[in-house]
């Protein structure tokens, strides 16, 4: 039941409700005007908990804290979703040890976020006659990840390009 649907206050029409006070105790089946003056004193609102039952409960309660309160559970119900991503680094058969490092370093922070890391060696040109460059690289990386990471997926050729798939230990 989203908060669109309780009715509040003076939009409750039935002659008398099953009532719940602000403390959770059921007082019982009065009238609604002295449920209503009763949530008035309360300084709280009287809302319609269960419509569909014979008489109708409601309760007094804040009703603004509940529709806060309510929205924050849809939230957090909808971003449980965020698990491991798919993450790509990028490499080349001739990549100068520094700019190796840089990679390194990226690939380590998103294996310790939880996230896998997709390495791919892409060849150009003459590149592709000595693949074996590109497998050094690979295996470069995966030494340098081997305390953090294991290789789900080993380096293998796919067109220009050689991917290996590595996920957190």
Excluded: W
């Excluded at 190796?100 to 003459?126: M, S, T």
């Amino acid at each position: 039941m989203s908060t669109n649907d309780y009715r509040v206050n003076n939009r409750i029409r039935v002659p008398e409700v099953r009532l719940i006070d602000d403390e959770g105790e059921q007082v019982g089946i009065i009238a609604t005007t002295d449920a209503l003056a009763r949530a008035e004193e309360a300084g709280l609102d009287l809302v319609e908990v269960s419509p569909n039952a014979r008489p109708p409960v409601c309760r007094i309660m804040d009703f603004g804290k509940f529709k806060y309160q309510q929205a924050k559970k849809e939230q957090k119900g909808k971003g449980g979703g965020k698990s491991s991503q798919l993450k790509e680094i990028r490499v080349r058969p001739a990549i100068d040890k520094h700019d190796l490092q840089y990679r390194l370093e990226n690939a380590r922070k998103f294996l310790g976020q939880g996230h896998k890391v997709q390495v791919v060696c892409i060849f150009r040109g003459r590149q592709m006659r000595h693949p074996e460059h590109g497998a050094d690289v690979m295996r470069q990386v995966a030494e340098a990840l081997e305390d953090i990471s294991k290789i789900e997926s080993p380096a293998r050729m796919m067109g220009r390009r050689m991917t290996m798939l590595l996920t957190h230990k």
